[in-house]
C-alpha cells in the first residue's frame, strides 16, 4: 500500500490535501506539513477546509492563509487527513479520495488507497513515519505544522499512545526546525476573553452523574451568545471535566443550531471505548476521545443511554 502511494505522489503534479470538518491541529498540521513538504519535491499543493471558521491559534503554520473551502476544477491526487469517514472530509458526495492519512481506529476505509496507523497518538505521526520511509525531506514548516499536529492532539504529550517513539520522533521534529516553546505560545497562550467567559459557563453547567463517575455538561446557542465564543473555543472544555478525581467518563454536548447537537466523549479508564460508543451513534474517534453528531431533541435519551451503558 505504502509503495503504491508513493508512487502516486511522486507520479502527480497537482496535490490536493483535505482537511476534516470542524478542523483541529492535527487535521490542520498534518495537512501542511504533508504539503509544505511535498511543495519542496516539487509539486503544486491546494489546501481544503470546506468549512470558512478555521481556528485562528494555528494562523502561525504555513499557508494558513491559503486555505481554501473549495476544489479546484481540477487536480491529479486528491489526499484525505485524520478524517475517520468520508462525511468528515466536507467534500460533496461522489468526489474520490484517493489517498487517506489517519490513526483513527473507527477508519472506514473510504479512500482508495487508506493509510491508518491507530497505534500513533497522531496523524502528522503516520505521515512522518511515510516521509522517512521514502525518504521525502521535511522542511522547517513542515516540520513546525507536524510537531503542531502531535502537540494538539497528544493533550501536549499527555494522552494515550504517547511512548518512546513519539518523544524520539518529536525530538526529530524539533532538530529539523521545530522550535516548541514557540509553538506552546502561538498555540496556549493566545485564548480570548470569549473563550474563557465560555469556559466559566461550562464549569457552572458540569454535572457530575452515576456516583460522580460521569461529568456533564451541555452549552446551548444563547450560551455562545452571551459569552461571544466560537464553537472551536469549546475543543478543550470536555477535559476540565474528565481532570475531577472522582470522574471516568466526561461528556460534552454543544448545540450547532436550532436541530442538531455535536457531543464529545473523553474516558480515562481502558474499559470504556468513546470510539465503539460513538461509532455506533453514527460519528467516530479513538478509544479515549471521540465524538458524534445528533439530533437535539434525542439528547437526554442518548447520555442517559451512554451513562447506562459506561457505568454498570
Ligand atoms: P472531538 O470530541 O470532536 O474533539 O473528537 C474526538 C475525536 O473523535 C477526534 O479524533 C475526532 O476526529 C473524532 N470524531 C469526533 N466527531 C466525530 C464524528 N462525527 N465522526 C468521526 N469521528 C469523530
Ligand atoms: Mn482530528
Ligand atoms: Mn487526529
Avoid: W
Avoid at 32 to 53: D, R, S, V
Avoid at 105 to 134: C, E, G, R
Amino acid at each position: 500500500m505504502d509503495q503504491k502511494v508513493f508512487k502516486l505522489i511522486k507520479k502527480s503534479h497537482h496535490i490536493v490535501i483535505v482537511s476534516h470538518i470542524n478542523p483541529d491541529g492535527d487535521t490542520l498540521g498534518s495537512m501542511i506539513g504533508l504539503g509544505e513538504a511535498l511543495k519542496a519535491e516539487g509539486k503544486k499543493i491546494t489546501y481544503i477546509n470546506t468549512q470558512n471558521e478555521l481556528p485562528l491559534r494555528f494562523d502561525f503554520l504555513a499557508s494558513y492563509d491559503k486555505i481554501r473551502s473549495c476544489l479546484p476544477k481540477k487536480y491529479d491526487l486528491l489526499i484525505s487527513v485524520d478524517a475517520a469517514s468520508f462525511d468528515r472530509t466536507g467534500l460533496d458526495n461522489g468526489v474520490e479520495v484517493d489517498i487517506s492519512f489517519d490513526h483513527h481506529k473507527s477508519n472506514t476505509n473510504f479512500a482508495k488507497y487508506p493509510i491508518t496507523d491507530a497505534s500513533m497518538a497522531s496523524t502528522s505521526l503516520v505521515i512522518y513515519n511515510f516521509f522517512k520511509k521514502f525518504s521525502i525531506k521535511i522542511t522547517k514548516s513542515s516540520a513546525t505544522a507536524l510537531y503542531s499536529a502531535l502537540a494538539e492532539d497528544s493533550g501536549f504529550f499527555k494522552f494515550d499512545r504517547v511512548n518512546q517513539d513519539t518523544f524520539l520522533i518529536a525530538a526529530n521534529l524539533v532538530k529539523l526546525g521545530a522550535d516548541p516553546t514557540f509553538i506552546a505560545d502561538k498555540l496556549t497562550k493566545r485564548n480570548s476573553l470569549a473563550k474563557l467567559r465560555i469556559t466559566e459557563i461550562y464549569l457552572r453547567k458540569l454535572e457530575l452523574k452515576a456516583d460522580a463517575k460521569v461529568a456533564f455538561a451541555k452549552i446551548t446557542l444563547e450560551d455562545f451568545e452571551k459569552s461571544g465564543a466560537l464553537k472551536s473555543d469549546t475543543d478543550t472544555l470536555v477535559n476540565l471535566g474528565l481532570s475531577l478525581a472522582t470522574v471516568v467518563v466526561s461528556i460534552f454536548a454543544y448545540e450547532i443550531d436550532d436541530r442538531k447537537i455535536k457531543v464529545s466523549l473523553r474516558s480515562k479508564s481502558d474499559h470504556i471505548d468513546c470510539s465503539q460508543i460513538a461509532t455506533k451513534l453514527g460519528g467516530g474517534g479513538h478509544k479515549r476521545a471521540a465524538g458524534f453528531t445528533a439530533d437535539i431533541k434525542e439528547i437526554d435519551g442518548i447520555i442517559a443511554g451512554i451513562i447506562k451503558e459506561t457505568i454498570k
